[in-house]
């Protein structure tokens, strides 16, 4: 199962880009990268997914070089409502599921 | 709003008891999976069905338990309660049998308090 490790906190200012990085080394053929968003007690919400190149909804871009080693979410001008713990996983696909730690980003005014 | 319903939003019991969380899953979403996330930690996978049949096991302690039932609601039943057992406890559903480019949809949890 792929392994996913993430920065432990950022901070960040409202109306700036936010870049958190993911390195998934031993990512797999078949795997996708998704990324979801946790506030406080809440259960996780769904940003963004993608296997190669570049996805963007709504809300977020995910960057996946060639190599699929690492992704990056990028969150355009983020405010205060931004603040959260931004999870990478990688879907490995009907098996364990397996959260890292998070990125806990910190939007100041 | 996720469309994952669960229930109770919140429970308080005592050590050594048993008791039975409940989650339905979004229309049409085959998969329920089980997450516990302790105060400040990160999510741990329990278990995994789909369509009625286990499909995965994490660390699930033995005194925990599943179902998914034919309306493909699914239960969490967890028994000899200890201090330890509270936490926040999830429920996702996906569409499919959890194949790789499956989305997990989190329903707003059961927090579970052991005196």
């Known amino acids: 199962l792929a392994k996913t490790t993430q920065p432990i906190s950022m901070d960040s200012y409202e109306g700036q880009e936010v870049n958190i990085t993911c390195s998934h080394n031993?990512?797999?053929?078949?795997?996708?990268i998704t990324w979801y968003q946790q506030f406080p007690s809440q259960g996780p919400r769904f940003i963004i997914q993608g296997y190669k190149t570049k996805v963007t909804n709504e809300v977020a871009s995910l960057f996946i070089p060639a190599d699929r080693k690492s992704s990056t979410l990028s969150l355009p001008r983020v405010s205060l409502s931004d603040t959260a713990v931004y999870y990478c996983l990688v879907n490995t696909g009907g098996f364990k599921t397996i959260f890292g730690a998070g990125t806990r980003l910190f939007v100041k005014a | 709003d996720s469309g994952v319903t669960q229930t109770p939003k919140h429970l308080i019991t005592a050590t050594g008891q048993r008791v039975t969380l409940r989650c339905s899953p979004r229309s049409g979403d085959l998969s329920v999976y089980w997450y516990q996330q302790s105060l400040d930690q990160g999510l741990q996978f329990l278990i995994h069905y789909y369509n009625g049949e286990e499909r995965a096991k994490g660390n699930i302690l033995e005194r925990f338990s599943a179902q998914q039932f034919p309306d493909l609601h699914s239960e969490l039943n967890l028994s000899s309660l200890e201090l330890g057992d509270s936490a926040l406890y999830f429920c996702?559903?996906?569409?499919?049998?959890?194949?790789?480019?499956?989305?997990?949809?989190f329903g707003p949890g059961t927090r579970l308090t052991v005196l």
């Open positions: 031993n990512i797999a053929t078949n795997d996708y």
């Open positions: 996702a559903s996906s569409e499919r049998s959890g194949s790789s480019a499956d989305t997990q949809y």
